[in-house]
């Protein structure tokens, strides 16, 4: 039986944690965040969080996530969004969208070829054990 595992698999090399960008965090996300940090969401909200109206964001810096130094620093409690990457379901849209997210994560399996890396994906995505 084949598991997410056989699709990827983090090598912690922090591709996906370096740009401009952030990610957002669900009430999820930053519940777990909080627990991991053991902080009160005030505090956490000063040093680590950006928020803006009702988005709560994590904070970038030098071009990185907050988060990231040689690796996750919150990998146990990393959000949904970070959890997903790189199986995310543009890869199923696009072959092109494999392409680029398999040169830019070397955790991603590079020997499944594009139909099958879809087939498994495509079970993963909707909750199931890929076989």
């Not at 591709?15 to 909080?34: E, Q, Y």
């Not at 940090?37 to 969080?49: G, I, K």
């Not at 996530?65 to 409690?77: D, K, L, R, S």
């Not at 680029?100 to 020997?111: E, H, T």
Request: proline share 5%; glycine share 6%.
């Amino acid at each position: 039986m084949s598991t997410e595992k056989d699709l990827f698999n983090c090598r912690q090399c922090g591709h996906c944690c370096h740009g401009a960008t952030t990610v957002s965090l669900d009430d999820a996300d930053l519940a777990r965040l909080l627990r991991h940090l053991r902080l009160e969401r005030r505090a956490a909200e000063a040093r680590y969080l950006r928020v803006t109206g009702g988005v709560v964001q994590m904070q970038t810096r030098n071009g990185a996530c907050i988060f990231y130094n040689q690796g996750c620093t919150i990998h146990p409690a990393k959000p949904w969004r970070c959890r997903q990457w790189p199986l995310h379901p543009s890869i199923l849209a696009d072959e092109a969208n494999l392409s680029a997210i398999r040169a830019s994560c070397p955790g991603l399996n590079q020997d499944l070829d594009y139909q099958e890396l879809c087939q498994r994906l495509a079970t993963a995505l909707a909750g199931e054990t890929p076989t």
